[in-house]
């Protein structure tokens, strides 16, 4: 399980958002790298979804706010699908998205998922 030893959560902003998103289960992730190796984009994260669970329980707000991991997630959840706890890391990387813009932080890489740029929706996939 994730913690970090005499860690104030309750002054952890961004941790204490993403708990009101209904993601309250974050200390429970297992470390298991199921969300990270279901991830089609995550070759093009600087951090992996378990590393950025971790920061945000640190409370390294600047470090994952200024991430390409934030703007690059496709939010398909299948990093949901696999999790043994079900950490929702759609709703995660959707509440940071709005804190980085809260924030003013543009995303630092070129290869920002359209969906948050052009409110494009994701092409659906086709039922075998």
């Not at 470090?63 to 991991?69: G, K, W």
């Not at 398909?76 to 998205?97: H, Q, Y």
Request: with cysteine; glycine share 4%.
């Amino acid at each position: 399980m994730l913690y970090k030893i005499g860690s104030d959560q309750k002054k952890n902003r961004i941790l204490q958002k993403i708990k009101s998103s209904g993601n309250d289960n974050l200390n429970q992730c297992l470390q298991c790298y199921k969300c990270g190796g279901m991830c089609q984009k995550s070759d093009k994260f600087d951090y992996t979804p378990r590393q950025i669970l971790e920061q945000i329980i640190d409370g390294l707000e600047e470090s994952i706010l200024n991430s390409r991991a934030i703007w690059i997630c496709e939010t398909c959840n299948e990093c949901k699908i696999d999790c043994p706890v079900a950490i929702n890391f759609k709703k995660i990387m959707a509440s940071l998205r709005e804190i980085a813009r809260e924030e003013g932080i543009e995303p630092n890489t070129e290869e920002v998922n359209r969906k948050f740029v052009k409110k494009a929706h994701c092409p659906k996939k086709e039922d075998d």
